[in-house]
């Protein structure tokens, strides 16, 4: 027979309420625990000072005084975004963003969403949308490997034993970069497509791997990106991932990042 283990004495039952916020879709965790060094969220009318603070559940937390609701489903939108637009949900200069655009790609009943990850202004293709802060983190966290595969346009000279190289990883001004599967799709003159998939998402990783071959890259679109991909949804166009699909995959990825 088996017995569940005592619950220590003194430790509140619940969780942190970073973890609860980014749950119901408020923001990422990090994002969260900004908005309560801001003094924007509080219990019961009290301003919160901690990101620390466990609680039960989301019953009287406000953020900007407005209550939070219960967390919906989670839910992953795929979005080609267009080259030229800001990951941002709003830039002082002017410049255009992904929520200009996704204004009319997203369904009405579409919940306030956050990028999975980012892509820099220059580069399109997919960007997945969701509105839980839990998986959206799992997925950004390189510990969790999850790939993410691009095809880039670069003009210059360089080898398929060259790009097979970068499978044991290289380091460029001091930053290492874990293996890199690359491989040439096709070469016209000195312009080539190359395929490149990568597992740590870091900044611009892409993008400096191939300058540093000599390359000069003009065209950098997003694929895939765990198990979705772009495949033809069209520029500033947005589609929904079927909910069971949501669901499986958002509890694979969880369970494994918790054994980890």
């Known amino acids: 027979m088996t017995t569940n283990p005592p619950r220590q004495e003194g430790r509140p039952e619940g969780e942190r309420i970073a973890k609860l916020l980014a749950r119901a879709g408020i923001a990422s965790r990090r994002e969260v625990e900004r ?7 509080s219990i019961d009318g009290k301003v919160l000072d901690t990101p620390a603070t466990i609680i039960p559940n989301l019953n009287g937390v406000t953020v900007d005084g407005k209550p939070v609701g219960k967390p919906q489903p989670a839910r992953i939108f795929c979005f080609h975004k267009p080259a030229g637009l800001l990951t941002a949900e709003r830039d ?3 410049r255009g963003t992904i929520y200009d655009a996704l204004v009319n790609a997203l ?3 579409a919940p306030r969403v956050m990028p999975i990850g980012r892509l820099d202004i220059n580069t399109e293709g997919l960007l997945l949308m969701t509105n839980d ?5 799992a997925m950004e966290l390189p510990s969790n490997a999850i790939p993410r595969t ?10 398929q034993s060259q790009l097979e190289d970068l499978m044991d990883g290289i380091t460029i001004e001091g930053v290492r970069y874990g293996p890199i599967n690359a491989n040439m799709e096709r070469k016209t003159g000195r312009n080539q497509w190359i395929e490149m998939t990568i597992t740590e998402g870091k900044n611009r990783e892409v993008r400096n791997v191939l300058e540093y071959l000599g390359l000069e890259v003009n065209r950098l679109m997003r694929t895939e990106y765990g198990p979705f991909s772009l495949g033809d949804i069209k520029r500033g166009l947005a589609i929904e991932v079927p909910q069971n699909d949501v669901e499986r995959y958002r ?10």
């Open 107 to 109: 369904p009405k009943d």
């Open 133 to 137: 802060g839990e998986l959206k983190r």
């Open 150 to 159: 691009y095809r880039a346009r670069a003009y210059g000279d360089v080898t």
């Open 35 to 41: 908005m309560i060094e801001a003094g924007r969220i």
């Open 92 to 94: 002082f200069s002017g």
């Open 251 to 260: 509890k694979q990825t969880l369970r494994a990042q918790s054994k980890r």
